[in-house]
């Protein structure tokens, strides 16, 4: 059995070790010891899903997930609904299972399946209703613009219906970023495992890459060009327009797909801009973070690529 | 054909409470390319029945959240469709309630299809979305003023030449955005045919 420790910090930048569960053979069971796990986010808890799920494909035998100790990292998992996700996935053990009572929740959107376009409607539903509040009373957010994240949620999630040609999954939390931003954020999750970009775009796109059709480059094209699969001069503006908006409030946007990913670095981040040679995981995975709007702040005027 | 003030059959959609006569489930949110097919679908159905020239205003005000997607489905290929010379019938757009969330979504749908809407964005008033050209902008707000002119009297007000002003309003009825008058060269802002 193949032993992979959780990082104490469950998110996108400890993703990779991870990710690194899908190294290990096929035949190998693999056991994700959770046990002191501290923090957790969208990113890390969907992107356990996806390992685990790709785990899953692979053979007979789920892999085992040893839940946090931490009560209270126990309980926001349950809150963000991750067990009911993970049971099919995991063989799970230990740790409590239900979420404590504590009142007003920062949660925007809990873990949600997307498989089709009405689960798309469900999400904006969902978000119009909770998480408006959230990003106008404590994200500063003009109501126009809390508007335009239910816009970069629907487009997000769309991607997995007519991109990746399987479900998917999304969530979104409110945060309070003490050390790396002192500012309250919000970060947005979404994740498939379906055919991811490289293959999505190769019919059309590949031959334009003698010998280097890779993931990174399939993710530049989209990312970068806004190239799609489709002929239809209306498509391929969703990742662009999510990238315009995210820029616009000083965010960062991130996509991961087979064994690249590629990102928007605002200048409070110092992520790197593309990375290549990660272990492959199948479909895309997006990770988005929102800053809270500071009144002195100046805003990002230049879209991506103008 | 004529296509004159008195002609025009004037026709109210509005956008929020055609989705749920569009799609099984009632959403208030214009959101997914399926949304948009659906209302794109309503809307040409209705002006096939009414089967005249007619002004079409797209109602926004209840509209919440307008996707990329949807607008590109709804709004986009809706004008396209009736720019080509086999167009169903002679249906002109006009869009109303346009919030400043609505406004984005348009703008961007309309520049890439190169495409233009004529439209009453709140605090703002009557403004030509979408890709004009500079003169194409010019004409149509100097008509937007007038109400109804002829090319002469726009290219006069905007001290132009009047072949240029008389290919700019007609490349602008061709998308739909202005109405060639009966007779006399003349041409109408869309706005001027509302009550």
Redesign the interface.
Known sequence: MKLITLPASLDERYFEPIARALLAPADERVLFDGTHVRWVDPYGLIGLLAVGQALRARGPELPALKLPENSEVASYMARMGFFTHAEPIFELHGGQRRARSEGASDVLLEITAVNSHADVHAVVDHVNERGLRILTTQLAYPQREAFQFSVILSEMCQNIIEHAETGGWVASQRYQWKKRLNRKVVIIAVMDLGVGFRHSLAPTHATRYPDAWTDAAALEAAFMHGHTRFHDPGRGQGIQQIRKLVARWGGRISIRSGSARIADVPAWDDGPRLEQNLPYLPGAQIGIVLPARVASEERVAAAPGS | MTHGPAHVVRFSFDLSSLVPRSVA?L?S?L?????GEALRVGIESQLAELGTSCLSVLDFSQV??????CA??AV??LIRRFQPQDRPSEAYFLARGV???HR??LE??LI??GLVLAADVEGIGYTLLGAPSLLEQLSWAALQRAGTATAGEVALALQKTEADVASALQNLAYRRAVIPGDAGGSYHALSALLP
């Open positions: 489930t959403y949110n959101v997914t390319r399926p949304t919440m959240v307008l996707d990329y997607s590109d489905e986009a290929k919030a400043e969330q984005e979504p961007e749908v890439r299809h």
